[in-house]
């Protein structure tokens, strides 16, 4: 029956219901916790989105909220923007997740997904930036950071899946870009809004989105990384997004960053509550464990040797804090481990800070509450970023090689 019905919608259609409602298919043969026969019967209207209602000894129609905002999810993730507003003016729900009964109706686990979710995982920035507006109108910026089932934000979600106009609707509307450094890449079919191939095209620009972001967030040049208290610093006249320190590094990084500059910009402009781009806190207090407490005994590092004698004999590795626009010294054993591996021709470094039983360790799913033995920080040798892969932080590393008589200074 579901098949013959969606015979009846085109193709992005049929995919975009089938991932939400095929589901309900199991409870037609399933019995409710009370016992009772559970019969599902849906109807597809092209206006207004599916609607269902359901039929058991228990129940004679489905909540009519629930229903609403089943019809505002999929308005986000197919219909136009103006399709989408008079679905939210109707009075559909458009800041709840789908709730915990339907889903456990399903068979799934109960998400904090919600529709600002939706639009950034379809890449859907036109209606991206609807919702956008409705939350800051509302006086709600928190709905900016909402979560999904893994912990990822719509900013996150956009620079993941190397969408421009998503990241630049997201950066207007002020959403916190410090959580939204992925350490996967997604390349995707943008209609049909499935995995693709990584080619020539799609590997240039999450490249240079991941770039811009860090020179954002940090105030940082987008090519020499130097900071404001080094050299002024001035931003990109077109994105708003990319620092550079003069004309020199902006030419030399050109070739990399206009393959996403002007469509940050078109998505940028989408959100009308904020006139300029807000600019981001420097900080983000909660991205990383600390090292504070890291000491060498507990990295098992006890070579007897003092750190200014290890450090100067061997290559030095150094992460860049924002907020104190400095760079620091990884401890021994983590800088250690960071030489050895790139030597080895090894793409990244997984650790925790302290516990070395989660060095290399790293969970199968990725959940919200990882365990105490994975690590947490995976350092990735081609960008030279640190990520902690559950906050979606990343931060800036360079390494300084070690001087030796042999070498010309």
């Given at each position: 029956a579901l098949t013959s019905l969606f015979r009846k919608v085109d193709q992005h259609t049929h995919q975009t219901y089938i991932a939400l409602l095929q589901p309900w298919s199991r409870a037609v043969t399933q019995p409710s916790s009370k016992g009772a026969h559970t019969d599902i019967i849906l109807s597809y209207q092209s206006t207004s989105g599916f609607f269902y209602t359901e039929q058991s000894q228990t129940s004679n129609k489905m909540d009519r909220r629930s229903r609403q905002i089943i019809d505002l999810f999929c308005a986000t993730s197919d219909k136009t923007p103006t399709e989408l507003q008079a679905c939210i003016d109707r009075g559909c729900p458009w800041d709840q997740p789908i709730p915990p009964q339907m889903m456990r109706a399903m068979?799934?686990?109960?998400?904090?997904t919600i529709p600002l979710n939706i639009a950034a995982q379809y890449q859907r920035?036109?209606?991206?930036?609807?919702?956008c507006n409705k939350a800051l109108e509302e006086g709600r910026p928190e709905l900016l950071e909402s979560p999904d089932l893994v912990g990822k934000t719509p900013a996150f979600l956009s620079v993941q899946k190397g969408n421009p106009f998503c990241l630049g609707v997201m950066a207007k509307a002020g959403a916190n870009l410090h959580r939204a450094i992925p350490h996967v890449w997604q390349c995707t079919n943008r209609q049909a809004n499935i995995l693709t191939d990584p080619d020539k095209f799609s590997m240039p620009v999450h490249h240079a989105l991941v770039r811009t972001v860090v020179s954002f967030t940090t105030r940082t040049c987008l090519c020499c990384a130097k900071n404001q208290k080094e050299v002024k610093l001035q931003v990109c006249t077109q994105c708003k997004m990319a620092y550079f320190c003069g004309a020199e590094c902006q030419k030399k990084k050109w070739p990399e960053?206009?393959?996403?500059?002007k469509k940050i910009r078109q998505g940028a402009d989408?959100?009308?509550?904020?006139?300029?781009?807000?600019?981001?806190?420097?900080?983000?207090?909660?991205g990383f464990l600390p090292f504070d407490e890291v000491v060498?005994?507990?990295?098992?590092?006890?070579?007897?040797q003092n750190d200014e004698d290890?450090?100067?004999?061997?290559?030095?590795?150094?992460?860049?804090?924002?907020g104190t626009m400095e760079w620091n010294r990884y401890p021994k054993r983590i800088n250690e481990a960071l030489s050895n591996l790139q030597a080895l021709g090894?793409?990244?470094?997984?650790?925790?800070?302290g516990n070395t039983d989660a060095e290399g360790m790293e969970e199968r799913d990725q959940s919200m509450n990882p365990p105490d033995d994975v690590a947490s920080n995976h350092a990735y040798y081609s960008e030279m970023i640190d990520h902690n892969i559950y906050t979606g932080c990343g931060r800036m590393m360079r390494v300084i090689p070690v001087i030796t008589d042999d070498d010309d200074v």
């Open positions: 068979g799934e686990r109960p998400s904090p920035h036109d209606n991206l930036a609807v919702l960053h206009k393959h996403v500059c989408l959100v009308t509550f904020h006139d300029e781009m807000p600019r981001q806190k420097l900080v983000e207090e909660d060498d005994n507990d990295l098992d590092v006890d070579d007897g290890y450090y100067k004999e061997n290559d030095t590795w150094e992460w860049y804090d924002p090894s793409p990244r470094y997984m650790y925790k800070p």
